[in-house]
């Protein structure tokens, strides 16, 4: 089966641009998660979507994070505008429906902002 | 809110020796402590789990204790191999949906 894949695997942007991440998750899972890690930090939860229905965004950071998963299958993350602390890692992960399986990682996009 | 406390950051341990990592998770409802295994520019992967009806679990030379009334859980690996080089997550998930929470990672060195 194919992996969770995301897209691009780095970004650089400048302070005040709009960056946009985007994660193909596992065919079939209904369980998609963002989460981030700042270096030498904790994987840090953001957001989790069942099929096209947002169930936990406890934690996005703030309004400049929107995350969508149209038709329930590609999910993007869009950060607007970006700035500085908002540099790190961004993994998106998926799993099935059933509860508390393990997550599936993607690569990860590395978003350096400066 | 909940958090996962793990210890320690940093581990290096001579090829052969065994390393222990451990962590505590402050939501009691927690009922799901999976491990992920992250090598250098790759993604983390699952490479053991344990729910919260058993003690004790092993694969291998990889083993995880989990202690739910001290709310601790560790991961042991014997025989250290210089492959197992990698940052080591602990998580826990429960009661109430499917939010996993991640401790900060242990960067693991065995040395050849």
């Known amino acids: 089966e194919a992996g969770v894949t995301q897209f691009p695997s780095h970004s650089v942007i400048e302070k005040g641009q709009t960056v946009t991440l985007r994660c193909d998750p596992i065919s079939g899972h209904d369980n998609l998660y963002w989460y981030r890690r700042v270096m030498g930090k904790e994987i840090k939860f953001l957001l989790h979507?069942?099929?096209?229905?947002?169930?936990?965004e406890s934690g996005m950071p703030n309004n400049r994070f929107l995350a969508e998963r149209t038709g329930g299958t590609y999910s993007t993350l869009k950060v607007q505008p970006a700035e500085l602390e908002d540099s790190g890692v961004y993994f998106c992960?998926?799993?099935?429906?059933?509860?508390?399986?393990?997550?599936?990682f993607g690569n990860g996009t590395r978003l350096t902002v400066t | 809110g909940e958090n996962v406390e793990q210890h320690p950051s940093t581990l290096s341990v001579q090829e052969g020796d065994s390393a222990v990592i451990k962590c505590t998770y402050s939501?009691?409802?927690?009922?799901?402590f999976p491990w992920y295994k992250q090598e250098l520019g790759k993604r983390p992967q699952l490479i053991i789990d344990?729910?919260?009806?058993?003690g004790e679990k092993k694969d291998q030379r990889i083993a995880v204790t989990l202690n739910k009334t001290a709310k601790h859980f560790s991961l042991h690996i014997t025989e250290t191999q210089p492959e197992d080089s990698a940052v080591y997550f602990c998580?826990?998930?429960?009661?109430?949906?499917?939010?996993?929470?991640f401790g900060a990672g242990t960067r693991l060195f065995v040395k050849a």
């Open positions: 344990i729910r919260s009806n058993v």
């Open positions: 979507f069942v099929k096209e229905s947002k169930q936990d």
């Open positions: 992960a998926s799993s099935p429906g059933q509860y508390n399986s393990p997550l599936h």
């Open positions: 939501d009691s409802a927690s009922n799901y």
């Open positions: 998580a826990a998930s429960g009661v109430g949906g499917f939010k996993t929470i």
